[in-house]
Each structure stands twice: as structure tokens, then as C-alpha cells.
């Protein structure tokens, strides 16, 4: 008899999302929900509880909570009887810097409520022991490791505050194998919260299991797909107005994903009845794209995912059938994640209004640079080793392609970064002086003078999964669980992947008459960030319009747009199965989300920008009518 499809949930996509999304699921899937999952650890994240976590050692205090405590008072105080009564499994990354004493934590928490569950925890992400041997990460090449990578620490005495490597789904799936109903876990690649449970529902096995690395691949989709929330139901999505007027409450009430899992590997994603957002093939194509690099080489711990011929079939309302994932053996390399100090930062800001607000907002944010300069070099101190000045509300994200608009309210915002705090200080009281000593129209600054704050820097590395060793507690019982790594490919084979049929591009052959339009009428897009690099995906509306989308959005014209913000390369990568192309651009962020001095820092904007700002040549007869976008 065929196993039915197994049912997850994702009620968090970081730390910040709505606690009352647990709650939706719970309620209304009630014993149809077999897993219950959350991601609550972006990059950023990680950085602010090892700050945190370095702070407090600082001050000889040793014990402290470095996991996420609002996993257990507000999420879970509240769903336990439910789940205890359905029978759903909760998994989630929520023990963060230590996932024992958050394992602790539940057990105290089920002690007190009298519930009788057993608790996992997998651990063993934190590498920062091994600090000396990892190697660079490379957004574009899985070989050539150094090729447009961030940077790392540059020598020994560099305080680096953590390091955690992305631990994958074995794990997860022996701490359920040995009876556990609440798993948690430290740093994991995002969507082996559900490969784990897929792996222990299935039985799968390297060695037995049929088409185990499609497998395992199709669950590494599925869980990139909901790891972001509502972000395959809507949320984020380019034609915002259908979500925000969707029925039952547009944006007030998002139904938060769900997908289906059945054991050819092919899934549905879907959500709650009588939610709002919606789940279209649009919807999850978007997901798709985000945040990936090389679509062929989509590295995982498990698995090498490669989603260049996954398709996507409407199958009902709400309803997406994903096909067409497939996989190969992982590489001998684990990636991790690590921060480490390097100087101050401070940021402020202030509203400008009245005439002419954008030029006098520039004036004030050079001036006050100007000013404090004088003060540094009086005080035979260094400048400043990077400023910035943005005037938001002014299409400062467009740089030289801002519209010349005449906006009567801007926000100044200025960044810089020093090794001393005492230089920040002072450009923080030159900054909040400039009330009675500059423009008119100068108001709302904010929480009051700004400080300066560690400035910490997020970085991508590899490190040899012989130096990774995962482990599994469960319960109350005597020791723990080594968990091996799956067989890895230690001959480089993975660095060509085999090559896909391709769309050609639409040909000019003189005799064709072309139209301009915008990109966004013809096509979807979502934008995400991988340290100090932005990738762009964009998704044509209509096959059709692809080969003219391929014809005029070139590497060339990407680069060319995005120059003022873009530093690096730009490498396009394509996925004909969904109609679209991947564009990777490094060295665009400056410098990460962490680290960053630019408000747009984890380039959420960025597929806005281009979509808002290329044009595509296509022939009159497919230009869509005005508005049909929606």
C-alpha cells in the first residue's frame, strides 16, 4: 500500500515572523498536519546572538540564553496541548548557538504544562574550534573557491565571534527515529527541516532506496519553497495586489505554506482553507529563485540539487504541483557561517522637507562628513574608512536612473565605519547639531543622537566534512548519536553538470518590428541576498515572452543597469523548465547584511529596480494590454 503524502507546515521564515502563523496552521489542520516547521536563523540573526553571547562573556557571565526564547513563549506554551493531541511533529532551528539548553527549556516547559513528549537535539554546527581551516566560498563556481568570494578573516588575531557550519538532514532524521516529537536544531541548511522528517517518513537510504539523490533533492525543494513562509503564498510577490485583495483578508490573514509530499518524490504546495494570499505557479517560481546562485549546482549538505527542468502545474485553487528536481552525491565540502569584528559603525538619520528636499538633504550629509573630518585631523585621528549618504524618498536605490523627481520630503540617511567609536561619537553630535545650523525644513530624527556599535562581518567558507561531526540527543537517555555524512563526491565530477536542452533566444533577422516595454509586464521577479552577493530571478509571465526577455536581458544590460551598485561580476544562469534565468551578482551589498552601510542590504529591491527599470523588444502582436500583468 502507497504511503499517503506526508503534510508540513512552515509557520517562520526568520526571527520576527508572526508567532500567530503556528497558531493558523495548528488550528486549522488540526491532526492533518504531520510536521510543524520554522526557520528562525537568517545570516543577521546568528550575528546579533554571537554579539550578544560575546557581550555578556565579557562581563565573567557565563550563563545566558543563546537560543531563541520566543520559540517556547510564544509559539510553543501555546500549540503544545494541540500538538500533543494531533500527533504533529514540531522541527525547527530555534536552538540557534546552543540547541541543548533549548532542548532543557522545552523539557522544563513540558514538565510544567504535564505533557509527556520527548525532546531532540541535533548540535555539533559550531566549528569555531577549526577557525584555521576553511577555505573561501564561491558564489559562482563549486571548484574554483576563491573566484568572486567574500572576503574572511585576515589574520589570527581577528576576533572572530562565531562559527557554524550548515549541518544537514541526517540528523533530524535520527533524533525522530529515535522517538522524538520536538526537534531542535543549531545552524542547518534551511530546508533540511524538511528533508529530515521526509527522510525518516520515507525510510530513505543511500544504499536502497531507489533514485535516493532525486529524493532527497525533490525534499531540498520543498523545503526551499516553504522555508520562507508566506513568501510562497504571496508574500514578496511582484503582483502584490492580488495577495494584499485576495479573499478572507488579503495581507491581514496569510495563509502560511504547506506542501504535500508524496513518496515519487513529486509535491504539492498549497494552505490553509480560508486564508489569504494565494498559491499559483507564479507564487512558487518566485520562491524558487530566491536567494539561489547556479540553479544547476544548488549545494546542499545532502544533496546537489539541480532545479534547471522543474516544472510547475496549476492542479486546483491554491494548488501547485512541483515536478522535475533532480539530484547528485553532495561534495566533501560543508558550508559554514561565520562573524567576525573589524571596527565601528555608526548610522543616523533625519526627515528634510519643504523645496527642494533631496539637494538639501545632500548638502546637509556632506557637510557633516566635511565637518567632522576637520575635528579628526585636529585630533590627529584617521578618517573614516567608509561613508555613506542616501537620500530615501528620492530614488537613491536608482542611482543614475532616478527619475527626476521633485520630492518635497526626504530622509536622510548617513553610514560610516572607523576603528574608533570616539570618531563615530563625534560625527553622531555633529550630525544631531545640524537642527539649527543648516537647511530648513530639518525635523524627526529619530530615537535621539546615534551610537556606534561593533561592525560585524558576515562570511561565507567551506570547510572539509571530515572536520563536522553532527550529533543527536533525545530525551533523557545516556549519551548521544554520531550521525555520518552521507557518501560525498570526491572526484569534482559535480563542477560540469550535464547540460539541459536550452530556449534559444528570439533572432533578429532585419525584418522584425519591435516594441519597448518594460520588463515587469512581461515578467516576475524576486531578489535575495548570499552574504555580499545579490542574485536576480526573473520569471516570464507568458512562454512566449521568454526568448525576447533572453534577447534583451544579456549579462551586459544587467551589469550596465546595476553598475552603480554592483561591484563584482554578473553571471546569468538559466531554468527553461520554469521559463526563467537566474542573474548572480557579487560584491553588490556592500558587504552584506551585517556589515553593509546602504539600506537596501540584503537587495531586496534589487529585482524592483530592474523590473521597473529594463526594456524588453518584443513584436506588437505580444505585447500584453495595458494592466493584464494582474
Not at 565530477?493 to 528570439?506: C, D, G, K, Q, R
Request: contains cysteine.
Amino acid at each position: 500500500m502507497t504511503k499517503p503524502p506526508v503534510r508540513i507546515g512552515c509557520y517562520s521564515a526568520y526571527w520576527g515572523d508572526s508567532p500567530a502563523a503556528a497558531m493558523q496552521l495548528v488550528k486549522h489542520e488540526g491532526a492533518k498536519l504531520d510536521y510543524l516547521v520554522a526557520d528562525y536563523l537568517a545570516e543577521i540573526t546568528m550575528g546579533i546572538l554571537a554579539a550578544r553571547r560575546q557581550r555578556r562573556l565579557m562581563q565573567g557571565k557565563t550563563k545566558g540564553i543563546d537560543y531563541v526564547p520566543d520559540f517556547l513563549t510564544l509559539v510553543l506554551r501555546r500549540i503544545l496541548p494541540d500538538i500533543a493531541k494531533n500527533g504533529t511533529k514540531v522541527v525547527t532551528n530555534a536552538g540557534a548557538l546552543d540547541p541543548l539548553e533549548c532542548k532543557s527549556a522545552i523539557e522544563r516547559l513540558l514538565r510544567e504544562m504535564n505533557i509527556d513528549l520527548k525532546v531532540g537535539a541535533v548540535y555539533g554546527d559550531d566549528v569555531l574550534e577549526h577557525r584555521d581551516s576553511v577555505t573561501s566560498f564561491s558564489p559562482v563556481s563549486a571548484t574554483n573557491h576563491s573566484l568572486e568570494a567574500d572576503r574572511l578573516p585576515e589574520n589570527d588575531e581577528t576576533t572572530v565571534l562565531s562559527l557554524n557550519a550548515y549541518l544537514g538532514a541526517r540528523g533530524i532524521a535520527q533524533a525522530l527515529e529515535q522517538g522524538a516529537h520536538i526537534v531542535v536544531t543549531g545552524r542547518t541548511v534551511d530546508s533540511a527541516l524538511v528533508v529530515g522528517p521526509l527522510m525518516y517518513e520515507y525510510g530513505w537510504d543511500e544504499k536502497s532506496t531507489p533514485d535516493y539523490h532525486d529524493r532527497v533533492a525533490a525534499a531540498s525543494l520543498a523545503g526551499h519553497v516553504i522555508e520562507c513562509g508566506t513568501q510562497s503564498t504571496g508574500g514578496n510577490f511582484t503582483d502584490w495586489q492580488l495577495p494584499a485583495s485576495s479573499p478572507y483578508g488579503g495581507y491581514a490573514n496569510m495563509g502560511y505554506p504547506i506542501v504535500e509530499f508524496a513518496a515519487n518524490g513529486e509535491f504539492i504546495v498549497t494552505k490553509p482553507t480560508k486564508t489569504g494570499g494565494l498559491v499559483t505557479t507564479a507564487t512558487v517560481a518566485e520562491q524558487i529563485l530566491y536567494e539561489i546562485l547556479d540553479p544547476a549546482l544548488y549545494l546542499l549538505p545532502d544533496v546537489i540539487l539541480d532545479m534547471r527542468q522543474v516544472r510547475l502545474s496549476q492542479v486546483g485553487k491554491d494548488r501547485v504541483l512541483v515536478q522535475g528536481a533532480r539530484g547528485r552525491a553532495p561534495t566533501p565540502w560543508v558550508k559554514c557561517s561565520g562573524i567576525f569584528l573589524d571596527g565601528w559603525k555608526i548610522e543616523g538619520q533625519m526627515v528634510i522637507g519643504g523645496q527642494d528636499a533631496k539637494a538639501k538633504a545632500r548638502v546637509v550629509g556632506e557637510a557633516v562628513f566635511e565637518r567632522t573630518r576637520g575635528m579628526l585631523k585636529q585630533a590627529s585621528m584617521v578618517d573614516f574608512r567608509e561613508i555613506n549618504i542616501e537620500t530615501l524618498g528620492g530614488e537613491s536605490l536608482y542611482g543614475p536612473h532616478a527619475n527626476p523627481i521633485s520630492s518635497r520630503e526626504i530622509c536622510l540617511r548617513i553610514a560610516a565605519i572607523h576603528d574608533d567609536a570616539k570618531a563615530l561619537n563625534l560625527l553622531a553630535r555633529e550630525l544631531m547639531a545640524v537642527g539649527t545650523v543648516m537647511v530648513p525644513g530639518i525635523t524627526g530624527s529619530g530615537s535621539g543622537r546615534p551610537r556606534p556599535v561593533p561592525n560585524m562581518v558576515h562570511f561565507p567558507c567551506l570547510m572539509d566534512k571530515t572536520k563536522v561531526q553532527a550529533t543527536v540527543a533525545v530525551g533523557h537517555r545516556a549519551g548521544a548519536t554520531l550521525v555520518p555524512w552521507e557518501t560525498y563526491d570526491t572526484t569534482g565530477s559535480f563542477s560540469s553538470p550535464a547540460p539541459v536542452p536550452l530556449i534559444p533566444e528570439a533572432q533578429d533577422k532585419g525584418e522584425m518590428h519591435l516594441v519597448k516595454t518594460k520588463l515587469i509586464n512581461l515578467a516576475y521577479g524576486r531578489s535575495g541576498d548570499k552574504g555580499d552577493v545579490c542574485n536576480i530571478g526573473i520569471i516570464a509571465r507568458d512562454p512566449r515572452y521568454y526568448p525576447y526577455i533572453k534577447r534583451s536581458v544579456t549579462n551586459k544590460a544587467m551589469a550596465d543597469y546595476m553598475s552603480h551598485l554592483c561591484k563584482g561580476a554578473v553571471t546569468r544562469f538559466e531554468l527553461p523548465g520554469l521559463y526563467a534565468m537566474n542573474f548572480v551578482l557579487t560584491r553588490s551589498l556592500g558587504g552584506g547584511g551585517l556589515s553593509s552601510l546602504v539600506v537596501d542590504r540584503q537587495g531586496k529591491t534589487f529585482a524592483q529596480l530592474v523590473l521597473t527599470g529594463l526594456d524588453v523588444e518584443i513584436p506588437p502582436d505580444l505585447l500584453p494590454p495595458e494592466g493584464s500583468k494582474l
